[in-house]
């Protein structure tokens, strides 16, 4: 049963400290997108990857949050350093063409 | 940049009543995908459209793709209690560049 997995699921940490999410997308899959969930802003996407090349961080705030994928079975989303705001769920998904996007059960980030 | 706006933003119906919802855009968009969250999940998706006028469905639902390609809707027959949930559309824009954007989203709920 294939599927993107994200860990850790939840994560609490305080202000300023260093956060890495993980994502292990489908095997075979070369698109990976990272999104933002809040109540207020909803999905936001942050940044996604095509044959691990990143071709839009535009939604990702440069000044704290990055974005890699060191190999095909990897990707990670860090935010350094952490702030209250910050607190939502992050979103990995990934698609084998251009167009569908398959999401993994998320990370639940608390700054506190 | 390109929005998408989904309504309406919460049903409360009826088991076995029939559900509409859309999704519309102020550009064009070359493909439409509609997925649903459950509490706690990613989302999951649902149907995927790609060409104009396209009318797909996936058992009890039926979403279309339409003409003008910047609306979208969704049709669930005969609702039951597990159609709960947060449905959104989500699509690619005219642009190509494998952005995915997502709707705000519309919380179903229904009462048996």
């Known amino acids: 049963d294939a599927r993107v997995t994200q860990t850790p699921r939840h994560k609490v940490t305080e202000m300023g400290q260093e956060v890495t999410m993980r994502c292990q997308p489908i095997l075979g899959h070369n698109t990976v997108f990272w999104y933002r969930q809040t109540m207020m802003q909803g999905l936001e996407l942050l940044a996604y990857f095509r044959n691990r090349a990143p071709l839009d961080d535009s939604g990702m705030p440069k000044d704290r949050f990055s974005a890699e994928m060191p190999d095909a079975t990897l990707a990670t989303l860090k935010i350094q350093p952490s702030e209250p705001r910050d607190s939502a769920v992050y979103f990995c998904?990934?698609?084998?063409?251009?167009?569908?996007?398959?999401f993994g059960q998320g990370t639940r980030l608390t700054v506190v | 940049g390109q929005q998408l706006n989904q309504s309406p933003q919460s049903m409360f119906i009826q088991e076995g009543e029939d559900v509409s919802m859309n999704c519309t855009s102020s550009?064009?968009?070359?493909?439409w995908l509609w997925y649903k969250q459950d509490p706690g999940e990613g989302p999951v998706l649902l149907i995927a459209?790609?060409?104009?006028?396209e009318l797909t469905s996936n058992g009890r639902l039926t979403a279309q793709f339409g003409i003008t390609r910047k609306d979208s809707f969704l049709n669930i027959s005969a609702s039951i209690p597990s159609d709960v949930g947060i449905y959104f559309c989500?699509?690619?824009?005219?642009?190509?560049?494998?952005?995915?954007?997502f709707g705000q989203g519309t919380t179903l709920q229904v009462k048996p």
């Open positions: 998904a990934s698609g084998g063409g251009p167009y569908e996007a398959f």
């Open positions: 550009s064009i968009f070359n493909t």
């Open positions: 459209l790609y060409k104009a006028g």
């Open positions: 989500a699509g690619h824009g005219s642009s190509n560049t494998g952005k995915l954007i």
